[in-house]
């Protein structure tokens, strides 16, 4: 008979599982835990379903490696997908005061956003800050022949 304190100790020994990238990102003046293609809920953001955002990365975990320094944490972007709108639980207040017959009841439904992390890295991986780039420069050229 196993017994719940020793159960999960026998059979056939787990094999170490491959180590994972996560990343602690602030978002809404909470700091969230989030890993690849996970959902995570967190305060309303600006935005429409389907459209991206960018969360700052306060320390990434890299396999056995973990980032904290905060000059080489910057270079790390996490980006994440808009997956909708929602609403937490209804939270109901009743103000009341003895022997006046005031009484007022008010209830509140905080919003929240819930995205999918889509991807984490660094700046150098991202290539549309390049890209964007690149059309700056011949566009001054331009300009600059323009005004001879």
Known sequence: M???ARRGTQGKRKERERPRVYAIVRCGGRQEKVALDEVVTVDKLPGETG???TLPAL???DGERVISDPAEVGRYLVTADIVGDTAGPKINMIHYRNKTGYRRRL??????TQVRITSIGTEGSDT?????????????ASAQAQED
């Open 51 to 53: 459209s991206s955002v």
């Open 59 to 61: 320390l990434v975990v």
């Open 107 to 112: 209830g509140h439904r905080q919003k929240y």
């Open 2 to 4: 196993v017994t719940p």
């Open 128 to 140: 549309k800050g390049k890209a964007e780039a690149k059309p700056k420069a011949p566009a001054k």
